[in-house]
Each structure stands twice: as C-alpha cells, then as structure tokens.
C-alpha cells in the first residue's frame, strides 16, 4: 500500500513539475527568444544615474536573440553575439556595436534579462524579459 502511494506521489511530482522543466529549457540559449527592454538607467561618471524607458537611451523596445545565429536584431540593426557562455544560472552574451560593449545576463529559470552598454565614461543598464519565438 505505502509503494503505491509513494508511486502516486512521485507521478504526480513529474507531472507538476514537467511544465517548469521545460520553460527552464526555453532560456538556455537552445531556442530562439523575443525580449523586451522595460526599464533603462543612463549613468555618467560624477552624476546621479537618470532612470527612464529604453527609447530614452536609444535601445530598442523589442529585440530577438538567435542563438543558432549568434546575433541580436532590433528593428534599424542586428548585431552578431561575440561571446557566449553559461553558468548554473544565466545565460552571459557579449558583442560590441556603435563604439558602445555591450552585455546580457539572462536567468535561465525566469528569462529576466539585464544588459549594460558601455562607451567611455557612460553606462546604459536595461531591464526586461524574454520568451521562446
């Protein structure tokens, strides 16, 4: 009796936790992913950070990732991911555009992204989210 509960119980696990295996799969740069920028800070060496949206900063709203690719396109350019790797977990992208480098951290659980762009004294740090195209 005590087996086949212990069985019933441990069906029931995989079932209910099937669904989140699966999203964690979605961010680990096997799949091609849609992100949105929803938050930017605009930061000068001596100066208070200025919080404001993506467009503020030049970023744009939406991006897609195409790991397959290894490039990164918004709507006027893509631009190609020049270092990837992975730890337990996120995802680091690397690459440079426009004189800026640039980075991406993405959360292989959640798919929240954070991303900095960084020219001489000027930090751009963006915050968003991604999911499967």
Request: proline content about 5%; some cysteine; aromatic content about 6%.
């Amino acid at each position: 009796m005590l087996s086949r509960i212990r069985n019933a119980a441990l069906c029931a696990s995989a079932v209910l936790l099937a669904p989140a295996l699966g999203l964690a799969a979605d961010f680990d740069g096997s799949k091609a992913l849609i992100c949105a920028t929803m938050e930017a800070h605009d930061c000068s060496i001596g100066e208070a950070c200025q919080r404001g949206l993506p467009q503020d900063v030049g970023a744009p709203l939406f991006m897609r990732i195409d790991f397959a690719k290894k490039t990164i396109a918004g709507p006027k350019r893509t631009t190609p991911i020049v270092s990837m790797s992975k730890n337990d977990s996120d995802l680091l992208l690397q690459g440079s555009e426009l004189g800026y480098a640039w980075t991406i951290v993405l959360n292989i659980a959640s798919g929240s992204m954070s991303a900095s762009m960084i020219k001489g004294d000027t930090v751009f740090a963006l915050f968003g989210a991604c999911t499967p195209q």
